[in-house]
């Protein structure tokens, strides 16, 4: 019976460092999901969500709420970041978690011929669930660090071809 105390406390020691760890301060610039960062000129940076369109030779963007124009010829660089995916991470590491917990823990039973009441099936389950918890915590977080970019050095490209790579992009998720 005494088996059974200790792997509980185990998993609500990982459901609060898993609570904890979510509930992290987050940036106020820090935008959720893709968005693109326009290098101008100047070496200023704006970092909207979207692109709204291009007008002869000014780009319109959102930026907060605020309707913002921008002359294509103050492009230095486009850059699209897709952040990546803290759900897809932490089902991945889920289920390596879970695999790595029940295989250990049918392992350790098997060598040491020793089982709780549920027996080695119960236990190898028992022991994937536990390992589950930090295995998705580790891929969340792998998850949503990840960052793939794709950059544009426009610099010294003209008014027309910057317009043409714009305009693909304009309102793009």
Request: aromatic share 8%; proline share 2%.
């Amino acid at each position: 019976m005494k088996k059974i105390h200790v792997p509980l406390v185990l998993i609500c020691i990982q459901l609060t460092i898993v609570t904890i760890l979510m509930n992290g301060d987050a940036s106020a610039q820090d935008i959720k999901g893709s968005y693109w960062r326009i290098k101008k000129k100047d070496a200023s940076v704006i970092i909207v969500k979207k692109m709204k369109f291009v007008r002869l030779d000014t780009l319109f963007l959102s930026v907060q709420d605020t309707n913002v124009k921008l002359p294509v010829d103050a492009v230095v660089s486009i850059t699209k970041v897709r952040k990546g995916k803290e759900v897809r991470g932490a089902a991945i590491g889920a289920a390596v978690g879970f695999g790595v917990g029940s295989s250990f823990t049918l392992f350790m039973d098997m060598s040491s011929g020793e089982h709780s009441y549920f027996g080695a099936g119960g236990d190898a389950l028992l022991g994937g669930l536990i390992f589950s918890i930090p295995g998705a915590l580790a891929g969340g977080i792998t998850g949503s660090l990840i960052k793939q970019e794709k950059e544009y050095d426009i610099e010294t490209w003209t008014t027309n071809e910057k317009i043409v790579l714009i305009t693909r992009y304009c309102e793009e998720d």
